[in-house]
């Protein structure tokens, strides 16, 4: 029996040779980042990538295996689409996983920030401070939180202490430590807190909303 002729395009194979050097060097990137602990959405990156190999995969193993049907090689036909089978099994579980992640960022990236986003961004920052992230707190809360580098770590509570003083914000001494501390203001509460190790620190904002389940949010810690 000769081979059917496959009438493939020429550009195919170049096409889909760019395709997969494409999502494999996405790949790399989002493990790249994830071991050195980055922030942003690399597990997205990650399962996005693996979802459309498995796609492209599946799809040029079926084409295979019809190919080898249509030869008469039947057996070579079903090792395709078993192999098929499996890069599909692949695919599925990047789905479960990409499904699961967006479930999880709605929660933990959940806040309802359309009072506290502008009130952080109009809080003065210290002279040379630069914006590493901003990120919404917990569901349920209005919590939002920004990861600040600076020049000089030990000026940035006393920095914060004046301006925010001259704003009519009330420092709670009771709560102050080394490296931390907290102001309100009505129902808005301010957080800074020191990360030594990084030379930045967090600045949080949060509204007491009785309307919504959560308490203020704990600030959280800068990204390692």
Known sequence: MRPVPSGDHPLLLPTVSLLYAALVAAALLAIDQLIEFMPGAWFNLLTASLLAL???TVVLLLRTAWR???E??????VGWAVSA???ALLGGV???ELVDSAQLAAQISGADVHLTKPLIESLPRPPGAAVLNERPGLADTESISEEIKTTDLNAVMPFYKVE????GWAEDTTSATTTSVRFAKGA???SIDLDPESGSYVLTVD???PNLLGSPSESPGPSP
Do not use: M, S, T
């Not at 008469?72 to 036909?77: E, F, G, T």
């Open 207 to 209: 509204h007491i909303n």
């Open 68 to 70: 080898r049907h249509r």
């Open 85 to 87: 089978l499996a890069a």
């Open 94 to 96: 990047a789905v479960v």
């Open 188 to 190: 808005f509460l301010v």
């Open 54 to 56: 498995a796609v492209a």
């Open 164 to 167: 925010l003083g001259k704003r």
């Open 72 to 77: 008469d090689l039947n057996r070579r036909a």
